[in-house]
């Protein structure tokens, strides 16, 4: 077993399992989480003996999103280049996971909010709690959902459904985005989606990882072809459109709405 500082590494046979636990806030995915999460997915890159990886958060939540709270991202001595980089820390970790040549389940548990919904889309399927559910509030804050999650939400659930979940930031429960195609798989029990996920990643373990691996690219590929064109600039915008709105609350009589 390694440890880092937010991240559990454990390997079992062909099965790793890595669970991330920042102890506050949530599991909220700040820059250093972020950071230590796309370092994982990078070190896996090499493995030749994993052919799984389950990911989870804790028992009580998945995440509660990007840490907004978090100073890196408005610290006015860093500069432009250097604010960019991290507000598309988000998009490399997930082109991180999803690209990874082993299949990947994220486990969740509890809440799945924004970023961390984002980072679930990135892996090849996704098992949840019963009990458990989704919110992406961007809008609701001013913010588009970035990531370049809008492809791969929109390639699971339809432009209707995709809608529905990212204008009206409503709570989503399990049941209902199992029902959608969201979610692969439901565990009723409590903190059971692991034991669920691991239950899959023990069949997909038993197979010959070159096919699996061939199969998984293949299928990525077709279905994520255009994906990055579409959205590679969802966090220049994001970036853009809270300087705009910024300026406009500096305007006498001005707010964000004009």
Request: net charge negative; glycine share 8%.
């Amino acid at each position: 077993m390694t440890r880092k500082t937010a991240v559990t590494v454990e390997r079992r046979g062909r099965i790793a399992t890595v669970r991330f636990d920042r102890g506050e806030r949530l599991n909220a995915l700040g820059p250093p989480l972020i950071e230590e999460l796309t370092e994982v997915a990078r070190s896996f890159e090499n493995d030749l003996e994993t052919n799984v990886i389950v990911v989870t958060g804790t028992r009580e939540c998945f995440s509660s999103g990007a840490d907004l709270k978090d100073n890196a991202y408005w610290d006015p001595e860093r500069s432009a280049l250097e604010r960019r980089h991290l507000i598309h820390g988000g998009g490399r970790l997930c082109k991180a996971w999803e690209e990874l040549p082993q299949v990947t389940i994220a486990a969740i548990s509890g809440l799945a909010v924004g970023a961390g919904c984002a980072f679930a889309l990135a892996c090849d399927w996704r098992v949840m709690d019963r009990d458990a559910y989704f919110i992406v509030p961007e809008v609701r804050i001013g913010m588009n959902l970035q990531w370049n999650t809008v492809p791969r939400l929109v390639s699971l659930v339809g432009p209707a459904r995709a809608k529905r979940i990212t204008l009206l930031c409503e709570k989503i429960h399990a049941p209902e985005i199992f029902a959608w195609g969201l979610v692969d798989r439901l565990s009723d029990e409590p903190g059971g989606s692991v034991d669920l996920a691991l239950e899959w990643a023990g069949i997909v373990a038993e197979f010959d990882p070159l096919t699996v691996r061939m199969v998984k690219e293949a299928i990525t590929v077709t279905a994520s072809a255009l994906d990055r064109g579409l959205s590679y600039a969802d966090a220049d915008q994001s970036m853009l459109g809270s300087s705009l709105n910024a300026a406009l609350r500096r305007v006498p009589g001005k707010d964000a709405r004009g």
